[in-house]
Each structure stands twice: as C-alpha cells, then as structure tokens.
C-alpha cells in the first residue's frame, strides 16, 4: 500500500479560510469572477462559506490533470490513499479518512455523488480511478458537508464540473504519448443541435 500526496508542482490554486491567498498570478479582480458549486448552488468563492481548493481548465489543461492523484498535487488537505488496485482508492481531507465500508470524503460530478460503499472497493470511490474528459473545473472543498451530500461527505468532497455545450459549432482533439507504450486520443465536439433551444457536447 502506498501514500501518494505529491508536492513537487504548485500551480495557480485560490485556498480560501478565513482569508484569501493567491498561489502563482491570481489576482483578487480574477478570484471575484471565480463560481462554485459546492453547496449546491452557484456561488462566487469569495463569498461561498466553506474552504475549497479550485483548479480550473486552464490549470487542468497547462498542468495535465488528469486523475485525483494530479489532483492531491494541488491541495495541500487532500491526500490519495492507494491499495493494490486503482479502485482501491481511497481520500482523506484534513486527515479524516475511511480505510473500510463508506467513504468519508465524496467524489461528486456535476452535484452527483458516485462514492462507493462497496467493500470490495474498500471505502473508496470508483470514480478517483477514472481519468478526467473534458472537466471545466476541480472543486476540493474541505470540511463537512453532510447536510448537502450525505455522509460521504463527513470529511470534505471532491466535486468534478465538467463543460457545458458551447452555442456555436466547436471541435478539438488532443493526442498524447508517454513512455511504456502509453497512448491517448480524446476529441470533443460541441455545438447546437436546435439553434437557441438544444445543445450538445459529446468527448
């Protein structure tokens, strides 16, 4: 078993308590116009009552985010906990962890709670071993939130938004290659399908 909280990169992440602090070039005017979705609902972080660490698309794309692990490289309370196999994965923030039975920090993609109580997969969440498409935003969001997420969430949670459809026709394609015969293609299109009533976006 191996404790994975990597620290040797840190990019432009806002950490907000009881104050603001800026990592790398973020300025107060940019941090104002920054919208979470921790509680549930929109909020600028400036304003919204909880700690989270936020890493946006730029930050996700420029720094290669592609898995929880990237992300334990950017907040300093969250901390990867990986057994003999990816879905034995397991995530504390602050310390507060599960080693067996039901999560205590929740994995949550677009406000849905895919936390796993499995014990095959030992207090973790499927979906921290998964590889990211197309995510518009990284949301660690620290201490309890049990009353909006249930009790997966009695640490903290990790909330993964991803992209909304753009309102004009949008394509991309991103190839990437790596040591060990590792390859990776990903390729987005966006647009509408009814011009001011329907949009989709397929990766």
């Known amino acids: 078993m191996t ?3 990597p ?5 432009l992440v806002l ?16 941090a104002e116009g920054i919208e979470v979705t921790a509680q549930k609902r929109s909020e600028r972080l400036v304003t919204t009552p909880v700690a989270a660490d936020v890493i946006l698309a730029g ?3 420029a720094w290669t985010v592609r898995d929880v692990s990237d ?5 300093a309370s969250l901390i990867l906990n990986q057994g003999l196999a990816p879905p034995d994965t397991r995530l504390s923030i602050r310390g507060l962890g599960a080693y067996i039975g039901h999560p205590t920090v929740a994995q949550l993609v677009d406000g849905i709670n895919y936390s796993s109580e499995a014990l095959s997969f030992v207090g973790s969440s499927t979906v921290a071993a998964y590889h990211f498409l197309d995510i518009e935003r990284v949301e660690v969001i620290k201490g309890p939130q049990t009353v909006f997420y249930g009790p997966s969430a009695f640490a903290g949670a990790v909330q993964y938004a991803t992209k909304n459809p753009s309102r004009t026709f949008q394509g991309s394609v991103r190839v990437e290659v790596g040591g060990d015969g590792h390859r990776d ?5 966006s647009g509408p399908v009814l011009e001011n009533q329907f949009y989709l976006r397929l990766t």
Not at 71 to 75: D, I, K, N, Q, R
Not at 185 to 189: E, F, N, P, R, S
């Open 3 to 5: 404790l994975n909280h």
């Open 7 to 11: 620290s040797h990169f840190w990019p």
């Open 15 to 30: 950490i907000l308590g009881t104050g603001l602090v800026g990592l790398g070039q973020i300025t107060w005017a940019d």
């Open 59 to 61: 930050e996700i794309d």
């Open 71 to 75: 992300v334990a490289a950017f907040s």
């Open 185 to 189: 293609l990903q390729g987005t299109v």
